[in-house]
């Protein structure tokens, strides 16, 4: 936002020829307008800034709601495990993120690959990018990771939690987020000119750069690995592990809707930006629009589900409708802030689908993820992308993306195949990336004997073996009476 400009020169002449000494009034006015003018600017940083704060700490608390859906999806004897590879998401992820991250993902001027300046936060703040920025995208990035992280849950060894996490935030992540999310990114929606397809990837909050990114990744580790043992019997049908708290679940799921509202909406990083000033109708509809379309994909995702598995399996399961909700919110993560109301609809109705589908394939190819993660996020995360290229509408496309009249937006809505065809590239070079790092990745840790624990060790629980104790006190262990007894 500039300050208006108050001129004592032009000024002056108005006073007339009676007016003693006007041009130290036109001054002295001049002064005091540019004072006022200075002053709604500064405010309008601050306001802004406020804004993309307050969002940073509503995803950051998605890290509790991940913690807390990870614990309850696992069993007991894997607490421990599960939520200190949470706790190290965020603590390993920050520092990578901040060495190499964040220079990869947004160090303009750079090339369309990767960016190439702001390393270790140097020169910053500057006119691109304050810190508030950076720790936006460092909660982001760290989501990413604690998507992998479910994906491998209570069969990895901690050494490969903290070698993928940190290479994940640190490279893989920042590559894709340049990509699509930085002024210089080859498919970036934002570039000023040279745009894929006319259009460039709209991804407004990140269903490929987030939850595909972090779901691809957690499908290799967990092919890698292999299932966990008693997961499929020898006749090679699925048995049944389920967590041992579905209030954890329910808690997880809460927490991580309340987050996704600084998650989606906190993506236009500015709430106070008029489209026309002196009007109702701003940034700030928009980001209400976003909250709404967020919900309602969510809503509609978990009653689909509900209904859907009480067909399938003749029961009303808790966990199975938490999961649905999470795909609805992956699903339109990509086109939030483009699409109308009821197209989140169709939006979350069809990612629940695509979930229960992505399960069933799951199963029939004996793949173990505990979290579903790899099915969530990564195949929800993908129908978010094409559901974006079918259903943007053009005025809110021209609102979130100005500058660039005439381009392509929904393929239903009229717009053309351009949206459409840039986010089928966008899925393909996102799944390939992915495959190409994380895997080999992968696949060296398993060679070198760093990813998967022992079968002893699988079978009495991480928590025993590598953490020292359980993460609750059982009254009737033996061994707990006598550590009381110690105490006493």
């Given at each position: 936002?500039?300050?208006?400009i108050?001129?004592?020169?032009?000024?002056?002449?108005?006073?007339?020829?009676?007016?003693?000494?006007?041009?130290?009034?036109?001054?002295?006015?001049?002064?005091?307008?540019?004072?006022?003018?200075?002053?709604?600017?500064?405010?309008?940083?601050?306001?802004?800034?406020?804004?993309?704060?307050?969002?940073?700490?509503?995803?950051?608390?998605?890290?509790l709601?991940?913690?807390?859906?990870?614990?309850?999806?696992?069993?007991?004897?894997?607490?421990m495990?599960?939520?200190?590879?949470?706790?190290?998401?965020?603590?390993?992820?920050?520092?990578?993120?901040?060495?190499?991250?964040f220079?990869?993902?947004?160090?303009?001027?750079?090339?369309?690959?990767?960016?190439?300046?702001?390393?270790?936060?140097?020169?910053?703040?500057?006119?691109?990018?304050?810190?508030?920025?950076?720790?936006?995208?460092?909660?982001?990035?760290i989501?990413?990771?604690?998507?992998?992280?479910?994906?491998?849950?209570?069969?990895?060894?901690?050494?490969?939690?903290?070698?993928?996490?940190?290479?994940?935030?640190?490279?893989?992540?920042?590559?894709?987020?340049?990509?699509?999310?930085?002024?210089?990114?080859?498919?970036?929606?934002?570039?000023?000119?040279?745009?894929?397809?006319?259009?460039?990837?709209?991804?407004?909050?990140?269903?490929g750069?987030?939850h595909?990114?972090?779901?691809?990744?957690?499908?290799?580790?967990?092919?890698?690995?292999?299932?966990?043992?008693?997961?499929?019997?020898?006749?090679?049908?699925?048995?049944?592990?389920?967590?041992?708290?579905?209030?954890?679940?329910?808690l997880?799921?809460?927490?991580?809707?309340?987050?996704?509202?600084?998650?989606?909406?906190?993506?236009?990083?500015?709430?106070?930006?008029?489209?026309?000033?002196?009007?109702?109708?701003?940034?700030?509809?928009?980001?209400?629009?976003?909250?709404?379309?967020?919900?309602?994909?969510?809503?509609t995702?978990?009653?689909?589900?509900?209904?859907?598995?009480?067909?399938?399996?003749?029961?009303?399961?808790?966990?199975?409708?938490?999961?649905?909700?999470?795909?609805?919110?992956?699903?339109?993560?990509?086109?939030?802030?483009?699409?109308?109301?009821?197209?989140?609809?169709?939006?979350?109705?069809?990612?629940?689908?695509?979930?229960?589908?992505?399960?069933?394939?799951?199963?029939?190819?004996?793949?173990?993820?505990?979290?579903?993660a790899?099915?969530?996020?990564?195949?929800?995360?993908?129908?978010?992308?094409i559901?974006?290229?079918?259903?943007?509408?053009?005025?809110?496309?021209?609102?979130?993306?100005?500058?660039?009249?005439?381009?392509?937006?929904?393929?239903?809505?009229?717009?053309?195949y351009?949206?459409?065809?840039?986010?089928?590239?966008?899925i393909?070079?996102?799944?390939?990336?992915?495959?190409?790092t994380?895997?080999?990745?992968?696949?060296?840790?398993?060679?070198?004997?760093?990813?998967?624990?022992?079968?002893?060790?699988?079978?009495?629980?991480?928590?025993?073996?590598?953490?020292?104790?359980?993460?609750?006190?059982?009254?009737?262990?033996?061994?707990?009476?006598?550590?009381?007894g110690?105490?006493?």
């Amino acid at each position: 936002m500039a300050s208006s400009i108050c001129s004592a020169e032009q000024l002056a002449p108005l006073f007339g020829q009676n007016i003693t000494n006007a041009a130290a009034a036109a001054d002295y006015i001049c002064g005091q307008f540019t004072a006022v003018s200075d002053r709604f600017v500064d405010t309008s940083y601050a306001v802004d800034s406020t804004y993309i704060l307050f969002s940073a700490y509503l995803v950051f608390a998605m890290q509790l709601g991940f913690a807390m859906l990870c614990a309850g999806s696992v069993r007991a004897k894997n607490t421990m495990n599960i939520m200190l590879t949470n706790v190290l998401d965020a603590a390993a992820g920050g520092i990578f993120y901040y060495l190499f991250g964040f220079a990869f993902a947004f160090g303009a001027p750079s090339n369309g690959f990767i960016g190439k300046h702001f390393f270790g936060l140097s020169e910053m703040p500057s006119s691109l990018f304050d810190y508030s920025f950076f720790l936006y995208q460092w909660a982001f990035a760290i989501a990413a990771a604690g998507i992998t992280s479910g994906s491998i849950a209570e069969r990895t060894q901690f050494v490969a939690y903290l070698i993928y996490s940190s290479f994940l935030t640190g490279f893989v992540y920042p590559v894709v987020s340049h990509w699509f999310w930085s002024t210089d990114g080859w498919a970036s929606a934002g570039k000023p000119e040279n745009l894929l397809f006319g259009s460039g990837v709209i991804d407004f909050a990140g269903s490929g750069v987030v939850h595909m990114v972090g779901g691809i990744a957690g499908l290799y580790g967990a092919l890698i690995e292999g299932p966990r043992i008693g997961r499929f019997d020898h006749e090679g049908r699925a048995v049944a592990l389920r967590g041992h708290s579905a209030s954890l679940v329910v808690l997880g799921t809460f927490l991580l809707w309340f987050g996704w509202y600084g998650f989606n909406p906190g993506s236009f990083f500015k709430i106070l930006s008029p489209y026309k000033s002196g009007e109702y109708y701003g940034q700030w509809s928009a980001v209400g629009r976003t909250a709404v379309t967020t919900t309602l994909a969510g809503c509609t995702a978990a009653l689909t589900t509900l209904f859907t598995k009480r067909v399938i399996s003749g029961h009303w399961v808790v966990t199975d409708v938490c999961n649905g909700l999470l795909g609805g919110f992956a699903a339109i993560t990509s086109g939030c802030s483009v699409v109308e109301p009821w197209a989140a609809v169709i939006c979350g109705f069809v990612a629940a689908l695509v979930l229960i589908g992505c399960n069933k394939l799951a199963q029939k190819v004996k793949y173990d993820d505990p979290l579903e993660a790899a099915q969530l996020h990564g195949g929800c995360g993908a129908w978010g992308i094409i559901f974006t290229g079918l259903f943007a509408t053009k005025k809110y496309v021209n609102e979130v993306y100005p500058g660039q009249p005439g381009r392509p937006y929904g393929f239903f809505m009229g717009g053309g195949y351009g949206l459409l065809a840039a986010h089928i590239i966008q899925i393909v070079v996102i799944t390939g990336w992915v495959s190409l790092t994380m895997g080999p990745l992968f696949y060296i840790l398993h060679k070198l004997n760093l990813l998967r624990i022992s079968a002893d060790h699988e079978m009495s629980g991480m928590d025993l073996t590598r953490h020292g104790g359980f993460a609750y006190a059982y009254e009737d262990d033996p061994q707990n009476h006598t550590k009381m007894g110690e105490q006493i």
